[in-house]
């Protein structure tokens, strides 16, 4: 289970002392690098590396970082962009240097703000004029550093006794020294064809004294309001692709070990109670006529949005901006809206203390007793399965069976009995899950301190792979377990087939395995064999391939929506051998939606009848184009005339845009590329998307 942090250093090598990374060391070459094939094949590596974890519970975590290193390739390959961040890069370079010498620490409105990966990870839009990121404070960092650590060195002479409230609140320390960009050097190793794919490996070029503890995250508090009842952590999804290797003393957390991902260093306090209190009647004073007017849920749905954009205005006003993020939120809460209450939820992390986690747990609690409409009920069931799942990859089975019982609920209440019927065969797996917890906690406890222990890697393994289903944790230790059928079966999914007749090899190991087994160890060892089954389809012909199809299609969770048969198309012509290629690859999943005229919509329609819960995949504007697309392109996914999804408007040619779009109870689904001009190299792709049941 990996946070965004984590991801960062397992999956890029970029170290914690790193973060947030330049666009540079995101894309792991040297700082203010010139040469633009090297960017652009610095790229290409990283992002075809990131692939893998696509599909997977860390999907969503992979698209947000593949959309960072796509921003950043085109910021970094456009002339103009690239010298306007390079001009911000070289101030920040040079700050620590000219404040040491002046002694003085710079005051936050002087410091020119530099963008990082994760500033640059929503979808391309024109900029708007003389508007700035009001959540991105950027200080120079050997200053505030010296500042910070004088700080601490005269609390510990004094004995520690100040408290937070204490320290100056006109700067945001930052919890770590980082690199200056100049040495934020990545080393891209290319992967063994022979190992398992492994993230590169970034060898730091000094030392760095280590971080400040940075402070513990608090929920979001209304003034008055009791603290939230149930207490959840950062709950990021799991990737269950292709394992990587894990430490040998690698164990699984106990629910008391899970705490909170640490609070980012650029983050400020919650303001008190008593500014909050002052602020929030401000507001309403402020919006009292529209206060008075929101009766119904979509009155208040329209209220909620309008503070929450007047928040995104407001942050030179951190008290008022905090106050406008909550009552957004509440308000949402109020009409039952979890989308717009957790987007509030989203903006407000970006910029203060808080735990995200357990706000969520509560907002949802909140809008389920709010939503009334059979949509909103789904959209609560649908996030409070997100949480529940991110919460039982980390163990917390308490906060897991709340979430799925919520789920249920809210599934009974919209009468979706198919959505209902899966939750509650989900309950009985989640209490088998922990409790086959409990009997691995022994082993738990064992490789804690012998982690070579053969029999208790046995009992963890089997635990992580067999009903967590965490495939990357638990096939190390199968493969040290003393299971002589389980230990060879791991090595050689470790290992991997080489090829199709290989990967078959393995799936059809898995396969066997699964065949005595019911319930929930048959669901997740099936699963296994499906994965290689799925890698393998593509190299197999004759019976071969209809026996993989078949065991595919009783198993089958993903569907791409390229193989299934389109009740509509209207397209332009193209060229055949290159129409689906996207930065130089082309791939039979891929559709082709280059709108057919000029002032023209592109337009596919394919019949899934509620048979699916997610579409997710990439779009972008193909290598075919010889530049930029004439007049810049709008993809639309619509499900039963609903608008389910839009991009930002897109002109630039390989620049790939992730979406993950809810697609439950939809019938007809249908993908627009709209085109306001010329249609000149509209090449327009949707890449790889693909149906999840």
Not at 629 to 650: E, Y
């Amino acid at each position: 289970m990996l946070d965004k942090r984590t991801a960062y250093e397992k999956w890029l090598g970029i170290k914690g002392h790193d973060q947030p990374p330049t666009l540079y060391r995101l894309l792991g070459v040297d700082a203010l690098e010139s040469d633009t094939d090297a960017i652009s094949n610095a790229a290409d590596s990283r992002m075809a590396f990131l692939k893998q974890f696509q599909v997977g519970d860390n999907a969503p975590l992979a698209e947000q970082i593949l959309n960072e290193l796509s921003r950043a390739r085109v910021t970094l390959l456009n002339a103009e962009k690239k010298a306007a961040y390079d001009a911000r890069l070289r101030q920040r370079i040079a700050a620590p240097a000219s404040a040491v010498a002046s002694s003085k620490v710079p005051s936050v409105s002087n410091v020119s703000p530099l963008p990082h990966a994760e500033s640059l990870s929503a979808p391309m839009q024109p900029a708007p004029k003389k508007k700035s990121n009001p959540l991105v404070w950027i200080i120079p960092a050997a200053s505030v550093a010296l500042v910070i650590l004088a700080i601490v060195a005269a609390n510990s002479l004094s004995g520690g006794g100040s408290s937070n409230n204490d320290a100056p609140k006109a700067i945001t320390a930052t919890s770590e020294t980082p690199k200056p960009p100049e040495q934020q050097v990545a080393a891209e190793p290319s992967p063994s064809p022979k190992s398992l794919d492994k993230p590169p490996t970034v060898v730091p070029s000094h030392a760095v004294a280590p971080p400040v503890e940075p402070p513990t995250p608090t929920p979001i508090p209304a003034p008055d309001s009791p603290p939230v009842a149930v207490a959840a952590s950062e709950l990021p999804p799991v990737d269950s692709k292709k394992p990587t290797s894990a430490p040998p003393d690698e164990t699984p957390k106990s629910p008391a070990a899970v705490t909170p991902s640490p609070t980012e260093p650029s983050l400020i306090p919650v303001p008190d109670v008593s500014a909050q209190a002052d602020a929030t009647k401000l507001v309403k004073e402020v919006y009292s006529k529209e206060w008075a007017a929101a009766k119904t849920a979509d009155q208040k749905q329209a209220l909620a949005k309008k503070l929450l954009e007047r928040a995104m205005e407001s942050g030179n006003d951190r008290v008022a901006q905090f106050v406008l993020f909550r009552l957004s939120k509440e308000v949402a809460e109020q009409a039952g809206d979890c989308e717009s209450a957790f987007e509030a939820i989203d903006e407000t992390a970006k910029a203060f203390q808080i735990d995200s986690a357990e706000a969520r747990v509560d907002c949802l609690r909140k809008c389920a007793q709010a939503a009334t409409t059979a949509d909103k009920c789904i959209a609560v069931a649908e996030r409070a399965v997100d949480l529940s799942e991110r919460a039982l990859s980390k163990e917390q089975f308490d906060v897991a069976q709340a979430m799925n019982d919520l789920a249920l609920g809210e599934a009974h209440k919209a009468k979706d009995e198919s959505l209902a019927a899966r939750l509650a065969e989900r309950k009985v797996e989640i209490e088998r899950i922990a409790e086959e917890f409990g009997s691995a906690k022994e082993a738990i406890v064992i490789l804690k301190t012998t982690p070579a222990d053969r029999s208790a890697n046995l009992a963890v393994g089997k635990f992580q792979c067999f009903f967590k289903g965490d495939w990357e944790a638990g096939l190390p230790k199968l493969a040290r377990g003393d299971d002589p059928i389980l230990k060879a079966l791991a090595e050689l999914d470790i290992k991997g087939g080489g090829g199709a007749n290989g990967d078959v090899k393995i799936g059809d190991s898995w396969w066997k395995l699964s065949e005595p087994l019911t319930g929930l160890q048959r669901k997740v060892i099936q699963a296994r064999a499906g994965y290689w089954y799925q890698q393998a389809l593509p190299g197999l012909s004759g019976l071969a391939r209809d026996k993989v199809a078949g065991r595919l299609q009783d198993i089958q969770q993903f569907v791409y929506l390229a193989d299934l048969p389109a009740e509509e198309v209207r397209v332009h012509h193209g060229e055949p051998d290159t129409k689906t290629s996207f930065r130089g690859k082309s791939s039979p999943h891929t559709l082709w939606a280059h709108p057919p005229d000029a002032n023209s919509s592109s337009h596919m329609a394919f019949l899934i009848d509620g048979r699916f819960r997610l579409l997710r995949g990439e779009i972008g504007i193909g290598t075919g184009a010889n530049h930029a697309a004439a007049a810049p392109l709008t993809f639309r996914i619509v499900g039963d005339g609903k608008i389910l999804w839009h991009s930002a408007r897109l002109q630039e040619r390989d620049v790939p845009i992730s979406f993950v779009v809810h697609v439950a109870k939809v019938k007809k689904l249908e993908l627009f590329v709209d085109c306001p001009g010329s249609h000149a190299s509209a090449w327009a792709l949707w890449i790889d998307p693909l149906l999840e049941r």
